[in-house]
């Protein structure tokens, strides 16, 4: 069975400052994975996907994720944090029966 | 602009009352979820559809129940079998042949015990 697993349930970075959340996937078939934001009484938006091709994916607000097959992550950047940016954040992987495996979320706290 | 719609946004339920949570999309997609999101726990699957009339339990599914009388709505009901149903809803759907295609989320019911 696939699984997600998010490094921290909460990181807090200064605002200008590098964001880096960290997912590692476990799969025995070659994963689309997916990361999405969460603010706050809100449902998820997508921020990026990767499926084939290019490991180097970028996404909406600036951010981007690599896929690491040798490593199995999928780790998440943002070279300068806003305050905007204080979220949820959840990483996901597609399994063959078309579901959706989330991880458990990382709180992004963005300091002044 | 096509999206899922949510409602009632809140809700409160008495002991022993079953409650019903609306969901409709305009996508045309043919798959639709329900998942629960407690803190800490992420999402979990309760209940999905992917052709009308048809639908699978997730992981969690006891205490819950859904329909799929049609392409555009998925209302889950929360019943009185539910012994923690305090949480937040979130339902979604999704294109059903295409694997890599991510889902559409819908704002959410905020659901609390009286």
């Known amino acids: 069975a696939q699984s997600v697993t998010q490094l921290g349930s909460h990181v807090s970075v200064s605002e200008g400052a590098l964001v880096l959340l960290r997912c590692n996937y476990s799969?025995?078939?070659?994963?689309?994975l997916f990361w999405y934001v969460q603010y706050p009484n809100q449902g998820l938006q997508l921020l990026l996907k990767?499926?084939?091709?290019?490991?180097l994916v970028k996404g909406i607000n600036g951010f981007e994720a690599e896929f690491k097959k040798s490593e199995t992550s999928f780790h998440l950047t943002k070279p300068s944090a806003h305050m905007s940016d204080a979220a949820e954040y959840f990483c996901?992987?597609?399994?063959?029966?078309?579901?959706?495996?989330f991880g458990k979320g990382t709180r992004l706290h963005i300091l002044p | 602009d096509g999206g899922i719609t949510q409602s009632p946004k809140y809700l409160f339920r008495k002991e022993g009352q079953n409650v019903t949570l609306s969901c409709e999309q305009n996508l045309n997609h043919d798959a639709m979820y329900w998942y629960r999101q407690d803190p800490g726990q992420g999402l979990r699957l309760i209940y999905y559809s992917q052709i009308v009339n048809d639908f699978q339990k997730g992981d969690i599914a006891e205490g819950y129940s859904v329909s799929r009388e049609k392409k555009e709505s998925f209302p889950l009901t929360v019943t009185s079998a539910q012994k923690n149903p305090t949480a937040f809803y979130l339902c979604?759907?999704?294109?059903?042949?295409?694997?890599?295609?991510?889902?559409?989320f819908g704002d959410g019911t905020r659901l609390s015990i009286l």
């Open positions: 996901a992987v597609s399994d063959r029966d078309d579901k959706i495996i």
């Open positions: 990767y499926t084939t091709g290019a490991t």
């Open positions: 979604a759907s999704s294109p059903l042949t295409a694997l890599n295609q991510p889902q559409h």
């Open positions: 799969s025995s078939v070659p994963p689309y």
